[in-house]
């Protein structure tokens, strides 16, 4: 008996979509650090058009994404799967603030550089209430 066999329960499924390869890798080695398996995307459209909403956990988008921007696919993720947990990341803090004032839980919403610790925080509460 190995270690899986030990733990029946597949480890949470986190996809994250992010146009800068740097971030990708940066928290694909923090989730994995901690147990969860990542699926990485480049952008929104890639996402969508690998099923990628499907067998996800919770979804880590930027919002300042080319084309479909980290808003939208918020918007059509909720759509297709509204008890899907989306968190939103980004590096231009007017973009943080618009989101704030449109009603975005601040708890769900990180400005680059953000904490592991918080992020990976509210991963595992939002999986949790998943």
Not at 6 to 14: F, I, K, R, T
Not at 70 to 87: D, I, M, T, Y
Not at 117 to 122: D, G, H
Request: aromatic share 4%.
């Amino acid at each position: 008996m190995g270690p899986a066999d030990d733990n029946p329960v597949e480890p949470a499924v986190v996809a994250v979509v992010d146009d800068d390869p740097r971030v990708l890798e940066a928290l694909q080695d923090l989730l994995e650090a901690v147990g969860l398996n990542v699926r990485l995307y480049t952008s929104a459209e890639a996402l969508l058009e690998s099923d990628g909403l499907v067998g996800i956990d919770c979804l880590i988008t930027d919002i300042g994404l080319p084309i479909m921007d980290g808003s939208e696919l918020k918007r059509v993720a909720k759509n297709e799967r509204p008890e899907l947990p989306v968190l939103l990341i980004t590096g231009r803090h007017e973009l943080a603030k618009r989101q704030l004032s449109r009603g975005q839980p601040s708890e769900e919403l990180f400005r680059k550089p953000f904490a592991s610790e918080e992020l990976l925080a509210a991963v595992f509460r939002s999986i949790r209430r998943a």
